[in-house]
Nanobody
Framework: QVQLVESGGGLVQAGGSLRLSCAAS????????MGWFRQAPGKAREFVAA????????YYVDSVKGRFTISRDNAKNTVYLQMNSLKPEDTAVYYC????WGVGANNAAAYESWGQGTQVTVSS
C-alpha cells in the first residue's frame, strides 16, 4: 500500500478557492486510481472525485461538477483537487484514497489506502 498525506486545507470564504494535494510514498503510485472523499460532522463519508491511473478519466459527484477539478502528476506521486466557487456546504474533512489497479470508483470500500484527512472550512 502507498502512504498518503494530504495538505492544503484551511479556512476560506464562500466563493473562494483552495487546492488540496495528496502526496504518495513509494514507486507504485502510477498503478493506483485515486479518489477524494469528504466527511462533514454527523454525516457519512461522501465521494467527491476520482481519477484513473493515467489521468485520462475523471469522475465527480454532481454537487461539485464544474467547480472542482481532480488531476494527478505521476512524476511527483501527487494527486490534486482544485476547488473553486466554494460553498459552506463543502465544509468537511477531505480524504484522499488509493485503489491499486482500480479505475476510479465512487465507492469508498474499493480503496485500500487512505490519508489522515485535511480540514476544509468555508464561511458564509
Amino acid at each position: 500500500q502507498v502512504q498518503l498525506v494530504e495538505s492544503g486545507g484551511g479556512l476560506v470564504q464562500a466563493g473562494g478557492s483552495l487546492r488540496l494535494s495528496c502526496a504518495a510514498s513509494g514507486r507504485t503510485f502510477s498503478t493506483y486510481a485515486m479518489g477524494w472523499f469528504r466527511q462533514a460532522p454527523g454525516k457519512a463519508r461522501e465521494f467527491v472525485a476520482a481519477i484513473n491511473w493515467s489521468g485520462g478519466n475523471t469522475y465527480y459527484v454532481d454537487s461539485v461538477k464544474g467547480r472542482f477539478t481532480i488531476s494527478r502528476d505521476n512524476a511527483k506521486n501527487t494527486v490534486y483537487l482544485q476547488m473553486n466557487s466554494l460553498k459552506p456546504e463543502d465544509t468537511a474533512v477531505y480524504y484522499c484514497a488509493g485503489d491499486r489497479w482500480g479505475v476510479g470508483a465512487n465507492n469508498a470500500a474499493a480503496y485500500e489506502s487512505w490519508g489522515q484527512g485535511t480540514q476544509v472550512t468555508v464561511s458564509s
